[in-house]
């Protein structure tokens, strides 16, 4: 090759800088609904994606596909009996405080796991060599402890996907630096006794008292502001790193640390929170450290701002942007999320080819159909019964991921979906369905 060639080229070969993660269920209607009837800001990490997209950062194929977690794989967290209780609207009603009658189980449960799968894939990202930065706009679940969900959070994006590294083959030291305004006891707790994990915590209202051999935590009761928070972060955060010692650090970048959050009591401005995410970026940078952030909390409109300024300057891009309100809705976006999953209908651009549960269950009629022997379960209750029971473990055994497992209006058959290993933007292949009459199942293959 000449050497004109090989000039033109670099630029091509050259690691990407930042890779950013979301996909479109990481957003429960349910749960988007009533933020909004609460005043509190919805579909932030969908507006951030609208905004670069409309300002030509982010491109149609700049999003990679990824597949669904298996819910096996987050009892590399979470004990089996959390797992179970999870599926149950009452608990659900308790983690996000909404009334029993208001929980969709499948519906809010797939968001959580999707935003950590979100996570995964951004570790997978970083520590492959990818890249050296992944945003997942969404995640930093890390209210979630082992045997318990609360404040928002079901499961523990960070928690699956360190032990998922884990599981993988990676063996280094792991720093988490929280800065969101409450404590994250779901990351203290669940890595209490673990050696390997090191938490770094700057908060104003404690969640735990449990404390962890090489943690830092730091307590604000009182209101602060960008100069004496910036300081102490400072001062603060390279002297752990040196101790620490860490081969991936996560930040969870919570936003809810503004002057403007209705559920914290800091004085931070949004100048001073563009310094602090920057500041943390550019510490990593330094020190050649993979870096996995997460938005973690942020419940005003101003929230929205800062993770685009955030993920703004993730991409390298310096110029002032404005996350405008309804730019969720953007054209530009549908064509980036069309990538995401192309042969997803819910995602396509064009109009005219989305499906209902007419196309995918036929002439069956929810309202007037007589009740199955699954009539009560939800798919993630099934689907949870099918991984224990090694159902699904046998799919993958044959070559198949991203299985998905639905429950047809009568609960009377399962859908089984999945692709192929390794092909991520294959469209989803009917494995089977399984038709429940009385105390018999048959599996019909397709």
């Known amino acids: 090759m000449t050497a004109l060639w090989e000039k033109i080229l670099a630029p091509w070969k050259q690691r990407r800088q930042a890779t950013l993660w979301y996909h479109p269920r990481y957003d429960a209607p349910t749960l988007v609904r009533l933020a909004q009837a609460l005043g509190m800001i919805a579909l932030r990490g969908k507006r951030v994606l609208a905004q670069l997209a409309d300002d030509g950062l982010v491109r ?16 590399l967290f979470h004990s089996a009996a ?29 968001a959580v796991r999707w935003a950590v799968s979100g996570t995964v894939a951004a570790t997978r990202s970083v520590l492959s060599g990818e890249a050296p930065l992944a945003v997942n706009l969404g995640g930093g679940f890390h209210h979630a402890e082992p045997n318990m969900g609360s404040g ?102 919570g936003h ?7 559920l914290g009591h800091f004085g931070l401005t949004l100048d001073g929170v563009e310094r602090r995410d920057r500041r943390i970026m550019e510490l990593m940078a330094e020190r050649k450290l993979p870096l996995v952030v997460t938005l ?41 999320l069309a990538g995401i999953d192309p042969w997803d209908p819910e995602f396509r651009p064009q109009e005219g080819f989305l499906l209902n549960d007419a196309d995918l269950w036929g002439d069956l009629d929810p309202a007037s ?33 991203d299985l998905r497992v639905s429950v047809d209006p009568r609960g ?35």
């Open 152 to 253: 928002f959070c079901v499961f523990n994006d960070v928690g699956v996907a360190i032990a998922k590294a884990r599981e993988e083959g990676f063996d280094k030291n792991v720093v988490i630096v929280d800065l969101d305004f409450h404590q994250g006891n779901g990351n203290i707790v669940g890595f209490l006794e673990d050696p390997t994990v090191f938490n770094y915590s700057l908060h104003g209202a404690i969640w735990t008292h449990a404390e962890g051999s090489g943690n830092f935590n730091l307590n604000f009761e009182r209101r602060i502001g960008d100069e004496e928070y910036l300081d102490i972060l400072g001062k603060s955060l390279p002297a752990f790193l040196d101790k620490a010692r860490p081969g991936l650090v996560y930040f969870i970048a």
């Open 60 to 75: 149609p194929g700049d999003l990679k596909p990824f597949p669904l977690i298996p819910i096996a794989d987050l009892e």
């Open 296 to 336: 973690g909390g942020g419940y005003s409109a101003a929230a929205c701002q800062a993770a685009l300024q955030l993920t703004a300057a993730a991409l390298g891009q310096r110029r002032e942007l404005r996350c405008a309100e309804g730019i969720e809705n953007s054209h530009q976006l549908r064509k980036v």
């Open 369 to 401: 159909a007589s009740a199955g022997l699954l009539k009560d379960s939800s798919a993630y209750e099934v689907e949870r019964e099918m991984e224990t029971s090694g159902v699904l473990e046998k799919f993958r055994d044959m070559g198949f991921e």
């Open 82 to 110: 959390y797992l179970e209780r999870v599926g149950r609207k009452s608990t659900l009603s308790r983690i996000f405080g909404i009334p029993e009658h208001e929980v969709k189980v499948d519906e809010i449960l797939g």
């Open 256 to 262: 809810d640390v503004l002057d403007t959050d209705p």
């Open 412 to 446: 009377e058959k399962i859908l089984i979906e999945a692709r192929p290993a390794g092909q991520r933007t294959s469209p989803l292949q009917t494995m089977s369905e399984i038709a429940w009459r009385g105390d018999t199942t048959s599996i019909i293959p397709e």
